[in-house]
């Protein structure tokens, strides 16, 4: 789009179409024929395709065919609209051609070198309408803006948040999810000699030494060290303590959390709250908090959960997520487990940043809805999934790709999905399972059907009798 606009201005930077008048005008097309023209450099170096250096080199060459269209200027003439024109010729307060060349190689410096430090970090979001300053962001018509500079200026609640040695310490869940959980430690150091210790109750007492550990690189507020751990073989609807050790830092964090009830048992009851599109406004918090004060067994997000647009410069959006969530632990007395379906603003389908068929399963451009919550078995960061199963005993909740990474008609998640389902209801002969799914793009929306999922799921959803569909963009 940045070359479109600067072609097409380019085209109207033309002598013959030049008059007194429109002196200023053409000069100021020249100078943002250039800004635009840079603007797909300064798109790669934000998303760490670039490094610096190179990025200021690939700016500064792209000047030299506005410089050279500028010293083509004939000289005579424009002194002479300066002085028949003097209010509208901006050579009047240059007096020279060579001043405005100077103005020109000046301004080209100033914008080679400051364009990619202001665009280093960028960050644009909606729906996060309660990050101010104070968490490195200005909101401009509803649209939270953050960079490298601002958050080293500003964003003083962010670095309390990210106090360390320990930032944030949540659960996610196995395909087994009553047994089975990963408790997630972020660090802002590398805590080498980092242990958990279950020390409640006693017959699960265990240690785990050494648990994989992602380390996040880049911007300062940034970088942490993501360790997962999980465990396995959990008594279902038990309250645990895991003990959480660091020698070298001095560390001993206890952490309460409960697996959910199996529903084996007659008497076994499961509360799940189920929501989505959460972001950050005080309206989203209060929700937060009043859901977790009924003290449920798990929490079901399907989708746009902190709006960063897939960007990874907006991991602030993840930290004050995280802090809902350690909110909603304080509240409810006790952490239970988050599973997250995924929405296009997880994994950049969004206003901003649309990338349409893939994402970048690189690191360190790995979307945080990947880096930071396993939710299925997986022996590497970079090949976790947006669609799984989670089940509580004879009940099965499936997280779907409403088909912003996956196809929702062929390919390998729609054959996971059958061959799930055919599994589950064939181990499950002698007690009818209970099957919800949980998905972003609506079918039925409120005035509106999507012919592509209707026609991909609906015959799946009526054969293997699926009770309850949670739908989430459309707030429907």
């Known amino acids: 789009l940045c070359l479109v606009a600067s072609a097409i201005l380019w085209k109207f930077c033309s002598f013959r179409r030049l008059r007194p008048r429109r002196l200023l005008t053409f000069t100021s097309r020249v100078f943002l ?11 790669l170096y934000t998303f760490e395709y670039l490094p610096y250096p190179v990025a200021v080199c690939l700016v500064a060459i792209l000047a030299l065919p506005p410089l050279i269209f500028a010293n083509r200027i004939d000289e005579n003439h424009l002194l002479a609209l300066s002085k ?37 970090g960028l960050c644009l979001v909606t729906h996060n309408t309660a990050l101010g300053l104070e968490a490195g962001f200005i909101q401009l018509f509803r649209i939270g803006i953050s960079n490298k500079v601002l958050r080293s200026l500003f964003a003083s609640d962010l670095k309390e ?6 930032i944030h310490t949540y659960i996610t869940s196995l395909e087994d999810a009553s047994s089975s959980i990963v408790l997630n430690v972020q660090t802002v150091a590398s805590l080498q000699d980092l242990e958990v210790h279950i020390t409640k109750p006693k017959s699960h007492a265990r240690s785990i030494l050494q648990p994989f550990k992602d380390f996040v690189n880049g911007d300062p507020l940034r970088q942490r060290n993501i360790y997962s751990i999980p465990l396995e073989g959990l008594t279902p609807s038990t ?28 008497n076994d009851v499961i509360r799940l709250i189920v929501g989505g599109d959460v972001g950050n406004t005080e309206a989203g918090r209060h929700m937060t908090r009043v859901a977790c004060s009924q003290r449920p067994d798990a929490l079901f997000i399907g989708g746009d959960v902190a709006y960063d647009n897939g960007f ?10 995280l802090r809902q969530i350690r909110d909603c632990y304080n509240v409810a007395g006790f952490a239970m487990p988050i599973i997250l379906g995924v929405g296009n603003h997880d994994v950049g389908f ?13 690191l360190p451009s790995l979307p945080p809805f990947f880096r930071y919550f396993p939710q299925h078995h997986t022996n590497s960061t970079t090949s976790r999934l947006p669609f799984f199963l989670h089940s509580f005993g ?8 409403s088909g912003y990474l996956y196809s929702t008609s062929k390919g390998p998640q729609r054959e996971w999905f059958i061959n799930s389902l055919k599994r589950i209801t064939s181990t499950n002969a002698t007690e009818k399972p209970v ?30 009798d699926v009770r309850i569909a949670d739908q989430r963009a459309a707030k429907a």
């Open 312 to 321: 990874t410069s907006c991991f602030a959006c993840w930290d004050y997520f």
């Open 84 to 120: 028949k024109h003097d209010s509208y010729s901006i050579v009047s307060a240059r007096k020279s051609k060579r001043s405005i060349m100077f103005a020109f190689l000046l301004f080209t410096v100033l914008w080679a070198f400051g364009a990619p430090l202001l665009a280093e």
């Open 435 to 464: 099957i919800f799914v949980q998905y972003h793009d609506p079918m039925y929306a409120n005035f509106s059907v999507d012919g592509e999922l209707k026609e991909a799921w609906l015959p799946l959803f009526e054969a293997y």
């Open 350 to 362: 969004s206003n901003f940043y649309i990338r349409r068929d893939s994402v970048r399963y690189d």
């Open 394 to 401: 004879n009940l099965h909740f499936f997280s779907l790709d």
């Open 161 to 166: 948040i990210l106090k360390g040695p320990v």
């Open 239 to 266: 309250i645990f303590t895991a003990q959480i050790r660091s020698a070298s830092f001095e560390l001993s964090h206890d952490f309460v959390f409960k697996t959910p009830p199996s529903l084996k048992n007659e």
């Open 33 to 43: 024929t250039y800004i635009l023209a840079s603007g797909p450099v300064l798109g």
